[in-house]
């Protein structure tokens, strides 16, 4: 039996980027956030203008285009963040269709993460959820091989070609 006392809403929202690019090493970059407790007014989770971020971030520390294969989730869809894109020559984005995570290599560090970063964990408070989460995500960070491992799960390979219109 576990006593909990009150019912909390805090939310935590991490978004992150699978980098591959030819002759590289596979790379993620990540965002975690926490969020007060959102029936108080507070967020329930990432931006548009916490995405930017991420995405500028991204650009200037690979110093290289960057193509994003994103899925539906309602932030990858909202206007601003798609202003922002077809804004800024070095992104390109490809929109995988609705209900598909097989071809998104993030879904893949999902899991290893869900497997090693929170399972059999007894959290104390939201600020030891946090601090874990980040230690695994900086783990995961330096583990390229997890994340090559994650891109050939998928069945795209680092070669891949830019789709040609029909």
């Avoid at 077809?86 to 598909?100: K, L, M, R, V």
């Avoid at 090693?116 to 874990?132: E, K, M, S, V, Y």
Wanted: proline content about 7%; glycine content about 6%; overall charge positive.
């Amino acid at each position: 039996m576990i006593r909990v006392r009150g019912r909390s809403q805090r939310r935590f929202s991490i978004a992150a980027l699978a980098c591959h690019s030819p002759g590289e090493r596979s790379r993620m970059i990540f965002r975690p956030e926490r969020h007060p407790d959102h029936q108080r007014g507070g967020r329930r989770s990432l931006t548009w203008s916490d995405y930017r971020g991420l995405l500028t971030a991204a650009h200037h520390q690979l110093k290289a285009p960057l193509v994003l294969v994103w899925d539906n989730l309602n932030m990858h869809l909202d206007h601003h963040i798609r202003d922002v894109i077809a804004a800024h020559e070095g992104i390109t984005c490809y929109q995988q269709p609705s209900y598909a995570p097989d071809p998104n290599p993030a879904e893949g560090l999902w899991s290893v993460l869900r497997r090693t970063g929170q399972c059999n964990t007894a959290f104390t408070d939201p600020d030891h959820l946090i601090r874990t989460l980040r230690h695994r995500l900086r783990k995961l960070q330096h583990r390229s091989d997890v994340t090559d491992g994650c891109l050939a799960a998928t069945g795209l390979t680092r070669t891949t070609s830019r789709p040609q219109p029909r």
